[in-house]
């Protein structure tokens, strides 16, 4: 059964900083591009990061330049490292690959 629980969301201060991890099962992790989409409160999903299976990483405008997202292919799990945080990436935030979701994580940036 493919599984991804995300962890690591919480409240913080704009500019601040927050690292969500993924942690996956039942599949062949090291194959697979992996994602992280968000949902703001009350709008639609938005593509956040993807890196794929050789490492390489791609960025929404949205977050490009503040986001960082790494993969440990041997412990199975994807990171999205956040910096800079604005009120704007308040949002529900869920690891993804094809075909598949995560309960996902809230992020919630307020002063």
């Known amino acids: 059964e493919v599984q991804l629980l995300e962890s690591g969301g919480g409240s913080v201060q704009p500019g601040g900083s927050l690292r969500l991890s993924c942690t996956t099962s039942?599949?062949?992790?090291?194959?697979?591009?992996l994602g992280w989409v968000r949902q703001a409160p009350g709008k639609g999903l938005e593509w956040v990061s993807r890196?794929?299976?050789?490492?390489?990483?791609n960025y929404g405008d949205s977050v490009r330049g503040r986001f960082t997202m790494i993969r440990d292919d041997a412990e199975k799990m994807t990171y999205l490292e956040m910096r800079n945080l604005k009120i704007e990436d308040t949002a529900m935030y869920y690891c993804?690959?094809?075909?598949?979701w995560g309960q996902g994580t809230l992020v919630t940036v307020s002063s």
């Open positions: 039942g599949f062949a992790f090291s194959d697979i591009t």
């Open positions: 890196i794929t299976n050789a490492g390489m990483d």
């Open positions: 993804t690959k094809l075909g598949a």
